[in-house]
């Protein structure tokens, strides 16, 4: 029997879920981009020079309170007011971030109007249903889409490329992009060709391969430093993206800079409880764009406030 402890802090949960080793994908998967399934090992990239900019894209969102809002003719809906941010990092010479963006939302399903509070005005969003998994999907589709609009208004110049906290998603039309995946909840290798993941040394990455899904999208296991006391096979793996609208050979390119350019930034465990797979300046980006949410307790505060007045309780 061999034990391994996680190097993330368990208040994190793990970045390997059983499911991922055990469940297949229901996507079509295309092993054979790169090279053949017999073929398959890891690979190395030859030794080139990392981008000279990276600009590492990330957004956060919060619950600031529930709510429920009666109608006209008295009917009670539930809803939520919350919180999102996105903004960018940009990592050359030195590191600096460049864009930051927060907006709050009022999502309901009954009609919900602006709120205006002291900490800003939360925007109506309607949903066709008012279960929780509906109002936190319109909540996530909402913070993915100021990520791909802070991602599209930088100016990207020569030898650059952008990384994705997260699946490619929405900012597939942004490139040379990168989405960048810490966690495993999906098994998307049948077992012949996922054992070569834990084969992987720091630096390679395994054959690109082909998921097609609501979009079509190139894919790519990689691994990062870490810990020398780390155990478990799969410790600092990550997978990476790209948008299945480029070339095999494009993507391939990105698979290879995504060795070279991810390591120099990966987190230590005396740093960071999430390490290596927690990147420093997605980290440092997430705690920016919390900070600019403001507080949580001063938010749901002004929110009561806010709610108080709306209902007529204060002039």
């Not at 999906?186 to 060709?193: F, N, P, T, W």
Request: aromatic share 6%.
């Amino acid at each position: 029997m061999k034990i391994a402890v996680e190097p993330w802090a368990p208040e994190y949960g793990s970045p390997l879920g059983a499911e991922a080793l055990e469940q297949p994908t229901s996507s079509v998967v295309d092993v054979e981009v790169e090279m053949t399934r017999g073929e398959w090992r890891p690979i190395a990239p030859e030794m080139q020079r990392p981008p000279r900019v990276v600009y590492f894209i990330d957004g956060v969102r919060r619950i600031d309170a529930r709510v429920w809002i009666t109608l006209e003719d008295g009917e009670t809906r539930p809803g939520i007011c919350a919180s999102f941010a996105a903004g960018v990092a940009r990592c050359g010479d030195s590191a600096e971030i460049c864009s930051t963006r927060v907006e709050r939302r009022l999502i309901a399903r009954a009609g919900p109007t602006d709120l205006r509070s002291s900490v800003g005005v939360y925007s109506p969003r309607a949903v066709q249903a008012d279960d929780v998994d509906s109002l936190m999907s319109a909540l996530q589709v909402d913070m993915r889409a100021i990520e791909a609009d802070v991602a599209r208004n930088i100016s990207l110049e020569e030898d650059a490329v952008v990384v994705f906290d997260g699946p490619i998603g929405s900012g597939r039309d942004v490139q040379p992009a990168i989405g960048y995946v810490k966690t495993h909840r999906v098994a998307y290798l049948e077992s012949d060709l996922s054992a070569v993941i834990p084969e992987l040394e720091v630096g390679q990455r395994t054959p690109i391969f082909l998921i097609g899904e609501q979009f079509t999208r190139y894919t790519w296991y990689a691994r990062l430093p870490m810990p020398s006391l780390a155990g478990n096979p799969w410790s600092g793996i990550i997978r990476c993206e790209a948008s299945g609208d480029m070339k095999s050979s494009t993507a391939a390119t990105l698979a290879d800079f995504s060795c070279t350019a991810l390591p120099r930034f990966a987190a230590e465990p005396h740093k960071d409880p999430r390490a290596p797979q927690n990147l420093y300046p997605i980290a440092a980006l997430e705690r920016e764009l919390q900070r600019r949410m403001g507080h949580r307790r001063y938010v749901e505060r002004e929110l009561r406030v806010a709610g108080w007045r709306h209902s007529g309780g204060l002039s």
